[in-house]
């Protein structure tokens, strides 16, 4: 969840796709995309090994010789490397163009020997910038594409690397996938906590002296509330998918882990829903402490013009100039009293 009244622009989210027309499967790359990057975990239950900076090379030598490979590739502007990685793993061409068409929608594919799982996370707090994350795994491999560094990953490279009984080295890919998939949906926590904290200390001021600026932090907050829903919602089906699948390489005792996770993305949904009726109400409540602030200042100036009214009337009727040696009823207040009269026998009062 972003931080309020930054004074930065969001970063629109667009779907990019192959021109009209084009072969279903065709990978086009982003002109904005950042340059391809291999990370390769090589995990067994006794050791486990990780190549950063690896090539093709490197998974050829080492896919078929460990029990659980976990292949991450940052940036997408490498086409032809993206289509051999999935012509190593078999992965689905429609899945592949998901991939590099980024902001997709958070959903689960199940293909004949693999899933294609696509989530978002928050990629920039301060920006307002989510990033999407592909996740493919079969029997034995675990994929993930990211659009560019930085990702919730680095407590589960550090579970990888624990010292035994390990649960991450000693169980399948599936496992893996879930940890990370875990891991993303983990992640939202503590922005909508730090949310959370800034509309408490928004309410707290609005009790003292509402301000312009703080109307404009509650719709803010509203909006990333809102943007927030559109997509932890798809997410917990996505997740639910996961759960209901028949699939060979998803096993039952993993979809117990898997049921956690859903239950962490309803809990996020409930908290960002709260959130965002709290931003409502609190809204409706700064207008109503402004209109009642404004009526004390309107009832101020009501009581400072009852005040000054009568004597500026006496100024008004005595400080003009009238001759009282010609007549002792010459006097500017008898001439209004007058036309008074004078309105009344014409009826016009």
Known sequence: MAKADT????????????????????LIAD???????????????????????????????????????????????????????GRIFNLHPLALEDVVNTGQRPKVDFYEDHAFVVMRMIDDVTSHRYEQIALFFGGNFVVTFQEREGDPFDPVRKRIAAALPNRLRSRAADYLAYALIDAIVDSYFPPIETASEMVDGIEDEMLNRPHKHQMRQLHELRRDASVLKGVL??????????????????????????????????????????????????????????????????????IVSV????????????????DPES???????????GLIAFFKSKKWL
Not at 7 to 26: D, E, N, Q, W, Y
Not at 270 to 278: A, F, G, I, P
Not at 330 to 337: D, G, Q, Y
Request: with cysteine; aromatic share 8%; charged share 20%.
């Open 327 to 337: 007549s002792p009823w010459n006097m500017p207040e008898l001439k209004a009293v």
């Open 233 to 302: 919602w798809p997410m917990r089906d996505a997740l639910a998918t996961l759960i209901r699948n028949d699939a060979p390489f998803v096993k039952a005792e993993t979809k117990i882990f898997f049921n956690d996770t859903l239950d962490h993305s309803l809990r996020l949904i409930e908290l960002v829903e709260n959130q965002r009726d709290m931003l409502t109400g609190l809204i409706e409540m700064h207008l109503s402490l402004t209109q009642a602030h404004t009526n004390d200042v309107i009832s101020y100036l009501t």
């Open 31 to 85: 002109p904005a995309a950042r340059r391809s990057e291999l990370r390769l975990t090589l995990i067994s239950p006794r050791k486990y090994e990780t190549i950063d900076n690896a090539s093709i090379d490197d998974l050829n030598a080492h896919c078929e010789k460990w029990p659980v490979v976990w292949l991450d590739c940052t940036g997408l502007a490498n086409i032809p490397l993206i289509e051999e990685i």
């Open 7 to 26: 004074g930065k622009k969001r970063a629109p989210l667009i779907t990019r796709r192959p021109p009209v027309g084009a072969s279903p499967g065709t």
């Open 307 to 322: 005040i000054f009214m009568p004597l500026t009337f006496l100024v008004g009727v005595w400080g003009m100039n009238f």
